[in-house]
């Protein structure tokens, strides 16, 4: 007997394949696509994720060639590149939508992440820069103060890393892995007390966080 999902996914297949279930050559079934592709992943079920993906692409790819392009095109190829993990391709067609849609900022923060994975943290931080300048409330400008943060932390720029970091969790305070980041750099630059409060939060999201509760006893024991 087939189990429920896989019969699910046979079924969307077969319509998606005869074009009756998402639309042909239109960007917003092609983020239709992206969107269901995403939720599934992060449901570990990247097989199935996969496929929605590919629609996505061929859907953009398509519009592309007819020179039917919008910015939603180019914006949901690169976004649907980045989930699969092509950080090439992204580049490549990121630039190509910026030609034609240069204030196109969701692109621009989708290169600067894609430039990060491929260790080009030069370009990274030029496209992140960019991205938080033009867009300070965006729905993505925490995650590009995060980038940023990490770029530092890198280098070693304590401080510049503990500014970034702590702009990404005024903006999102919510999640742990970025308040024991900022705590890691304040206890790095010896900032013991501060990396305290950062390490506090961190253990207060996750109690399970055991490098946060790690730092967390060696920042107090430092700060006396």
């Known amino acids: 007997m087939m189990p429920h999902r896989n019969f699910l996914f046979v079924f969307l297949f077969l319509f998606a394949s005869n074009g009756m279930l998402f ?9 239709l696509n992206y969107r269901t592709g995403r939720d599934l992943e992060s449901r570990n079920r990247m097989n199935e994720a996969e496929f929605f993906y590919s629609q996505a692409v061929r859907i953009c790819n398509d519009e592309i060639s007819r020179n039917a392009a919008t910015r939603d095109s180019y914006t949901v190829l690169t976004w649907t590149l980045q989930r699969q993990q092509k950080y090439e391709d992204v580049i490549t067609w ?5 030609r ?10 989708t290169m600067g992440e894609a430039y990060f994975y491929l260790n080009d943290y030069d370009q990274s931080l030029r496209f992140m820069q960019r991205y938080a300048n033009f867009v300070p409330q965006g729905e993505r400008t925490s995650v590009a103060y995060f980038f940023i943060g990490e770029i530092y932390r890198f280098r070693k720029q304590f401080h510049h890393a503990d500014i970034a970091y702590t702009t990404a969790v005024q903006m999102e305070p919510g999640l742990a892995l970025w ?26 999201l996750n109690p399970n966080y055991r490098e946060a509760s790690d730092g967390l006893a060696r920042s107090r024991r430092q700060a006396g």
């Open 94 to 98: 990121g630039e190509r939508g910026l």
């Open 100 to 109: 034609l849609y240069a204030d196109e900022y969701r692109i621009v923060e």
């Open 23 to 31: 639309p042909q050559n239109n960007s917003d079934a092609a983020l």
């Open 179 to 204: 308040w024991y980041r900022l705590g890691s750099v304040r206890e790095a630059a010896g900032d013991f007390s501060q990396a305290v409060s950062a390490y506090e939060q961190a253990v207060k």
